[in-house]
């Protein structure tokens, strides 16, 4: 029985998280009914995120750029820069290392806010108020997180292929024509592409803000358990994406 | 309301509550009385406040009643109970002011969430509780810009937002400077008549409380030690209430934590 515990464990915890995911979906009409609240919170898990994503992608689209030029000059076929800077981004980096990044920066946020709002009386005060903190506090926060994800992805892929990242040193910097950069993208990328980056980042959005309010609505409310509950949250929802982003990939893969 | 005038407002009756083994409350019966101040006495790590998450709904007792005006509380669903609630306000020893809003909008989050009032008539109201706390003048700072004593007030400002029938303090004056201190007794005593509130207050601080209670309920060890006026408490027969009262450290109550061995034990089994 001891050894088998720490699955137990876990799946009570899964179990009770899931319980927790359906409360969230009970209040979310009553917090759509307040789009203040929800804008609110897409500000402050989105637009507070902008800088993390906007310079991250630049650099990442900069790295790719100057990567994958040293081996496709060796084959001539320096020109298709543009389309393994995009697809890589569009398919895999985008919306993972946005995930990653929105994880650490406003998951994290969003688990101690939460946590610390517990452990102040604040949840408590507010149903004692005969207001449901689910549906004020946690509704808003979980619908702006997955409101947030996409859009954040998708300026990051627009830095990283565009702007400031691969085009910067591919065009500018390592003299690939512009024409040719441009218009292979346009060739190779499809829509469905972009659309498999919108499913994706908004797939991570919806496991990080769960993740989040989940961690932050249970922990203990001490300083040890608001400490905790940020580390788990940036922890679990690491290997979260990871993970996902494995099945997304087998199931859009042809 | 069909219950009468005269009735308590919240009727405890052999209410049993235990956090896993440890047993809280072990059938206390309990009332309080409409428009008075009800004091509730015990030494810490009685459960007290426990009793008022109790009476608010947000743990439910293992056998027993609690009634609200009449109501049992813990018979009702979710929004039955929420609006039950609106009409009790618990003020918590921290103060539980939401950290992200201002103390204008804590004042006004109630009136937000539950009227539809108008913004003007927001504004007003908001003023009148902040002005009646004396605290009109803090209304744009937050609350890590203020005093702990004032954040009580603002609680309390808060919590007579909506205008309720009874309003529990949880340890008003723990941690209170003399004068901070002095100013909310006036002020409970004060709310307490013109809103014709009826007010709950759950503390340790004897001394205070007494010269402002109607009424005195003495908690230990999960059952009530003994209840009545402040002046009929004093006298009580209870060596423990008069331990209690006196703040003496030795009497029924002992000093000491209980220890596994003596003493001397203890300190010669670091030798071996």
Redesign the interface.
Known sequence: MNVLSPLFDSLRGLGRATLFLLTILAGIPAALLRPRLVFQQVYSVGVLSLIIIVVSGSFIGMVLALQGYRTLVNFGAASSLGVLVALSIVRELGPVVTALLFAGRAGSALAAEIGLMKATDQLSGMEMMAVDPIKRVIAPRFIAGIIAMPLLASIFAMMSIGVAGGHAVGVELLGVDAGSYWSQIHQAMHGADIRDMLIKATVFGLAISWIAVYQGYHAAPTSEGVSRATTSTVVVSSLAILALDFVLTAFMFH | MTTAATDPLVRIRSMHFAFGPKVIYDGIDLDIVRGKITAILGPSGTGKTTLL?LI?G?WKPDAGTIEFDGINVHSLS?KPL??L??R???L?Q?G????DLTVFENVA??LR??TAFPESMIRDLVLMKLEAVGLRGAAKLYPSEISGGMARRVALA?AIA?EPDMIMYDEPFTGQDPISMGVLIRLIQGLNRSLNLTSVIVTHDVEDVMRIADYVYVLSGGKVLDHGTPAEVQQSKSDLVRQFLSGEADGPVSFHYKAARRYADDLMAGRE
Do not use: N, V
């Open positions: 998450r608010g947000q979710r929420f609006d609630r609106k009790m306000g618990l918590f921290s539980a002011l939401l950290t989050f109630p969430e539950h808060r909506l």
